[in-house]
């Protein structure tokens, strides 16, 4: 029934029911034969008070329930609704409720992930998204927080986090969380949850590690290794401040990063020897740009320990030699 006034009672009722009896709803909706196709038409439906309504159902159908999500996914799910997100702006309840069907899809369902990564879902519809511009604010850092945990669903089950990993190294995916790693206009929270998440995507996994320890930030072309050693040093805070999460996530990633990895260790090791200091360490002629000019990150951590005041602390952990040389 196309009327929008049927349409729209018959949706509230079923919003009702889910509230109520949400597993003998889905049960319901699983013996109807054409139940779960129907509703997925409605998500067509042009008019916003109709899609809103539908979205809620679906919110809820699949919580949980693994046959209502398979059948959702082969019915083309994922690509109805990402196709919503990306026409929808920053901060729309309607782009927050796809971003939540689509995790409830793939969280806790490995035949559903499996089924996303190989139908190329990474790197047609999360990929695009994580690469638009970082811009902070509330309505972009709500679509980042989902779209990590999109990305946390990927990486589960235990034995499919090898082969999830490896998927989204190759296809930008863990370039673009490093990337919102470095940038100094999203929230404390957000920083967090990006460098938790990249320290899960390289956890035990020397291809993206190799690839972490190889790339330039593109915001100063320093290298991130630097940038993420920063955000483990910057700030010496309470447990309350805010920005104590973003120092226990980076030192989680380092945790992640180094455990098992005989060639970051010995790399790290090597650079923890004092070594002479030339004009081109503090960005002389003929430095070679930002990355020279920073200190090697053994450095960085042996002149923390040694320092005595806040401002050079922060100097050293951006990797100034000058206030090394100092010490």
């Known amino acids: 029934e196309r009327d929008w006034s049927v349409r729209l009672s018959v949706l509230k009722i079923l919003n009702i029911l889910a509230a109520e009896r949400l597993g003998a709803l889905q049960q ?10 129907r509703l997925m038409d409605v998500l067509n439906d042009s008019r916003e008070i109709i899609r809103n309504e539908v979205l809620l159902v679906m919110v809820a159908l699949t919580k949980g329930n693994t046959e209502v999500q398979k059948i959702m996914a082969f019915e083309g799910a994922f690509d109805t609704l990402f196709g919503i997100v990306k026409e929808e702006e920053e901060g729309s309840i309607i782009l927050v409720d796809c971003l939540i069907i689509i995790n409830n899809l793939l969280h806790g369902n490995p035949s559903n992930a499996t089924f996303f990564r190989e139908m190329a879902g990474v790197s047609q519809h999360i990929l695009p998204l994580l690469q638009r511009p970082i811009v902070g604010g509330p309505g972009w850092e709500q679509r980042w927080t989902h779209l990590l945990d999109v990305i946390g669903s990927l990486l589960s089950p235990p034995e499919a986090l090898q082969s999830a990993q490896t998927t989204l190294g190759k296809q930008g995916v863990l370039l673009a969380v490093a990337e919102a790693c470095t940038s100094k206009v999203i929230s404390k929270a957000a920083k967090a949850a990006s460098l ?4 899960v995507l390289c956890h035990k996994h020397t291809p993206n590690r190799i690839t972490l320890s190889t790339y330039a930030a593109k915001c100063d072309g320093v290298p991130l290794l630097h940038h993420l ?8 805070t309470q447990r309350d401040d805010p920005a104590h999460e973003v120092n226990a996530a980076a030192a989680f990633f380092w945790k992640c990063y180094l455990s098992g990895n005989v060639d970051g260790q010995q790399h790290l090791a090597a650079t923890l020897m004092p070594q002479p200091i030339f004009d081109d360490d503090f960005g002389g002629e003929g430095g070679g740009g930002p990355a020279a000019s920073v200190l090697p990150i053994g450095r960085i951590l042996i002149s923390s320990l040694m320092v005595a005041n806040e ?3 922060r100097r050293i952990a951006d990797g100034d030699p000058g206030a090394a040389a100092r010490l």
């Open 28 to 37: 319901a909706v699983l013996c109807s034969a054409q139940g779960l196709a």
């Open 196 to 199: 938790r998440m990249l320290g």
């Open 229 to 236: 050693l920063a955000a483990c040093l910057h700030e010496r």
């Open 311 to 313: 401002a050079d602390a």
